[in-house]
């Protein structure tokens, strides 16, 4: 069982940056991945970036990337997610899952499946200003 909590989301002007953490407890060894999604009001539920916490590969939708940066501490049992240059599109309700990969996934797209997380935490708000 394992519970997340993520943070760090606020309000930006349109270029700024921020950086989402998602702080993991409980046991963590049945889960291989972390992943981002978000969600704006209206719209469908989207994969934003994954990490496979075993191998530390990285995975990020077309739209954040060369923008956002997937990270990890294992120490700290907490993955990040630096957000830069960010536009009023990226406005959204944050969460961060974990999953497990039973493969390599070959694309961000096969990585950001939701079926593949069962466990989701409460969500932080990041809203960009034009």
């Known amino acids: 069982q394992v519970q997340l909590v993520e943070s760090g989301g606020g309000s930006v002007q349109t270029g700024g940056s921020l950086r989402l953490s998602c702080a993991a407890s409980?046991?963590?060894?049945?889960?291989?991945?972390m992943g981002w999604f978000r969600q704006a009001p209206g719209k469908e539920r989207e994969g934003v970036a994954a990490i496979d916490t075993r191998g530390g590969l990285t995975y990020y939708a077309d739209s954040v990337e060369g923008r956002f940066a997937v990270s990890q501490d294992r120490a700290k049992n907490t993955v990040y997610l630096q957000m830069n240059n960010l536009e009023p599109e990226d406005t959204a309700m944050y969460y961060c899952a974990a999953g497990v990969l039973f493969i390599t996934p070959r694309d961000a797209l096969s990585a950001l499946r939701e079926h593949l997380y069962n466990t989701w935490g409460q969500g932080t708000q990041v809203t960009v200003s034009s």
């Open positions: 409980g046991y963590t060894y049945s889960s291989n991945c």
